[in-house]
């Protein structure tokens, strides 16, 4: 299988390509060599999972995606072309739920929503505040939470609003980084049944950072491996689980991801543990 294959529930088309990729960052005690000629190919309408130990760069590989940060080495190619600088522009076509969220908290809950269109200056303000209104309820808050402050919120509604203003302007890429994190087992799965229904909804493809083993049984139509500073493996999580790396045994296979196999055993979701069409282990190409 190689890095054109059709794998997940992707459709073929190739929405993100990395080629070659090198991230090195320089400080006083010298180099430090994130990733060295990685390559991963992401498809439309997959949900790809990054895991990988801590300091693997699976945060960093996502701000390359958006264009946060740029690469020592190689290719990283969105949509078509080099991922543009973070403007309101390319919030059309990528959007990102940070970690913890990164509301403006001098502003409303609308405000946060609306600001990526209100840099546009291209539309006029009932037009700005009457679609952040659209993807606040998308998100499943109700229009009197509108006026609240970041401050007000629990930590699943500042995951909302937060998702809420990624999809302000309609990117067809969403990136989430650890998009679980810090909430309690049931918020965490109502967060998951959202992304789930979003991802569905919207036909978006989804590309996250998570170390729950829940959340990635639970949205992954395709899992990549970071370790030995590559993508070592990317495919379904059958495919993942039985490739050979200590990493992988251990994260897998050790004491926590017990529970998330036995749930597998007991039927996951069938695009997660089967595969579809195309789908596999792609440990050649993908590194
Ligand atoms: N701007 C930067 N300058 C210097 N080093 C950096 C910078 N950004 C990241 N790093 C380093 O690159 C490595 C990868 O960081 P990254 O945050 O991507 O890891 P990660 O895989 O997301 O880790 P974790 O799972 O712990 O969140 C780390 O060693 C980090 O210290």
Excluded at 49 to 73: D, N
Excluded at 234 to 241: E, H, L, N, Y
Aim: hydrophobic share 45%; with cysteine.
């Amino acid at each position: 299988m190689n890095g054109n294959s059709n794998c997940g529930s992707g459709t073929g088309e190739t929405v993100v390509e990395i080629r070659n990729l090198w991230t090195v960052f320089k400080s006083p005690e010298g180099e430090q060599v994130v990733h060295r000629d990685l390559d991963l190919s992401i498809y439309r309408g997959e949900v790809l999972s990054l895991v990988g130990g801590s300091g693997t760069g699976k945060t960093v590989l996502l701000r390359q995606i958006l264009g946060l940060e740029h690469p020592a080495k190689g290719q990283v190619k969105v949509l078509g072309h080099p991922p543009g600088r973070m403007t309101a522009t390319s919030a059309a076509e990528v959007g990102m739920l940070f970690q913890h969220g990164a509301l403006f908290s001098a502003f409303s809950v609308l405000d946060n929503i609306a600001f990526p269109l209100r840099e546009l200056k291209l539309l006029p303000e009932d037009l700005i505040r009457d679609a952040a209104l659209v993807k606040l309820q998308m998100v499943g808050l109700e229009p009197r939470q509108a006026t609240k402050s970041p401050a007000d919120l629990s930590g699943g509604m500042i995951k909302r609003v937060a998702l809420a203003r990624a999809l302000i302007m309609d990117p067809p890429l969403l990136l989430l980084d650890e998009p679980t994190a810090g909430l309690d087992p049931e918020a965490a799965d109502d967060f998951c049944d959202l992304l789930r229904s979003l991802h569905r909804e919207l036909g978006l493809t989804v590309v996250m950072v998570t170390h729950d083993l829940d959340t990635l049984f639970d949205l992954s139509t395709r899992i990549a491996v970071l370790a030995d500073q590559r993508v070592i493996v990317a495919g379904t999580a059958r495919d993942v689980i039985a490739y050979p790396h200590p990493f992988i045994h251990e994260y897998f296979l050790g004491g926590r991801g017990q529970r998330a196999m036995e749930a597998l055993h007991e039927g996951a979701p069938s695009a997660l543990v089967a595969g579809r069409p195309g789908a596999g282990a792609v440990p050649s190409t993908e590194r």
